[in-house]
């Protein structure tokens, strides 16, 4: 079928969701209708233009691909690995293990996360040479008109589609102060509901086997979530002041590409410990809950979970946004995991779910509505981010904290809604 109740219900869950954002408002008499509507027609638009438009002309996506290893992620997985041989030795290069027989599974510390620290460097010299700075004013000027949203909020917005939660407030560092209470929160939901490119390709790595062209998907689900970010912010903190009282667009610089290397380079450092200790505790936790939820009787014949309780919370979400009944608490599983522990776990786990138990579709919904930082770890991270950024604001961050979880986790669940009320076969090879 290629259109049918299940697409329906998709586009009625955009609805829901903006709902529940407009339930928990500050000031329901202030609903942003043209805002809402904007972002909607801004999250097809890229969904048409990115997967719609290229199949005209017999391409998957406009990113190239489909199934099997993206020359892009082959290429920078590769270039990593050069560099991990020669720093880590056997331990960076499983070919080479002293013993090794078999299949061994890729050391994730010294093999799959220092692909972020070649991203993070690659990214910092595009802004510097103007390229990746060229592609964000062009999002920028669309949300801008679009959105109605002030200079150095647009810029934000826009960057957080390539840069992280905490890099791209660096751009507007220093417009923070002057923010209103709104764009402060439009700048915090957007970090949350997007993802940083260098963690992108961890993504990809993750999904190569699992899902047609992966690299396209979550590109576009980083694309669309952030004008829902905007109209979730907007809607739950509506904004106040006049635009011609909001910060103009500031330019960000490195000193030279080296200064950008080294700074990207660095930062992409401080991104791989924050994800290795994150993942660490997460995980050290997830095993406490499962042997404590264990120690209870068995529910509907099986032992209690973690997975499965957050399964049965989450599974109305994921039915309402296109995901059929029968997969839903398995979909809802997985949201589950990457709102309580980190999307790194919920991507890996998604990956490997097989393929008799989820369809391409479901797993492509998900893909989706995961695609985001929105997680408690996530919390503290940003926090701490901004409050080193503009420390003057930091009341601000904290009492907007949780708001910023929940706007974040539904935007990118709006993002799934819209893939979900298309026709599968619009993204599938």
């Known amino acids: 079928m290629v259109w049918g109740w299940d697409n329906l219900r998709a586009l009625i869950g955009l609805g829901v969701i903006v709902g529940i954002a407009w339930l928990i408002s500050e000031n329901r008499r202030s609903f942003p209708l043209k805002v809402v509507l904007g972002a909607v027609a801004l999250q097809f638009f890229f969904a048409l233009l990115l997967f719609g438009v290229p199949k005209l002309f017999g391409a998957s996506s406009l990113f190239g691909g489909g199934e099997g290893s993206n020359p892009i992620i082959s290429t920078l997985q590769n270039a990593t690995l050069k560099g991990t ?118 993504y990809v790595t993750f999904l190569e086997d699992a899902m047609s062209n992966p690299l396209a998907q979550l590109l576009t689900a980083s694309f669309m979530a952030a004008p829902a970010a905007v109209a979730l912010a907007l809607t739950i903190v509506p904004e106040t002041a006049p635009a011609s009282e909001r910060a103009h667009e500031p330019d960000f610089e490195y000193q030279s590409t080296m200064d950008a ?104 919904i998900l893909a989706h509505a995961i695609c985001g930082f929105a997680n408690f770890g996530s919390i503290g991270i940003l926090i701490g981010g901004l409050s080193i950024i503009e420390p003057t604001k930091r009341d601000v961050f904290l009492s907007l904290a949780w708001k910023t979880l929940l706007a974040g986790t539904l935007a990118t669940c709006m993002s799934g809604a819209v893939v979900g009320a298309l026709p599968a076969a619009l993204f599938i090879n």
């Open 261 to 364: 290397f080294a700074r990207g380079a660095s930062d992409g450092l401080q991104i791989v410990l924050n994800i290795a200790t994150m993942l660490i505790a997460a995980l050290a936790l997830l095993y406490i809950a499962n042997v404590l939820l264990g120690a209870l009787p068995d529910m509907f014949g099986a032992p209690l979970s973690l997975e499965r309780v957050l399964g049965w919370i989450f599974s109305p979400l994921m039915y309402i946004i296109g995901v059929p009944m029968g997969e839903a608490t398995q979909a809802g599983s997985l949201m589950g995991v990457k709102t309580v522990l980190t999307e790194f776990i919920a991507f890996e786990r998604l990956a490997n779910v097989p393929d008799a138990e989820m369809t391409a579709r479901t797993r492509m």
């Open 85 to 202: 041989q020669f720093v880590f030795g056997y331990v960076g290069d499983n070919s080479s293990f002293p013993g090794a027989e078999g299949f061994i599974p890729p050391i994730f510390i010294f093999q799959i996360l220092p692909i972020i620290i070649v991203v993070a460097a690659l990214s910092a010299m595009l802004w510097h040479w103007k390229i990746l700075r060229y592609v964000t004013r062009v999002f920028a000027f669309l949300f801008a008109r679009i959105l109605g949203l002030g200079g150095a909020t647009s810029l934000a917005v826009s960057a957080n589609i390539f840069m992280g939660m905490t890099e791209a407030p660096i751009l507007v560092k220093p417009y923070i102060k002057g923010m209103t209470r709104s764009e402060i929160f439009i700048l915090m939901t957007t970090g949350f509901a997007t993802i940083a490119g260098s963690v992108l390709v961890v």
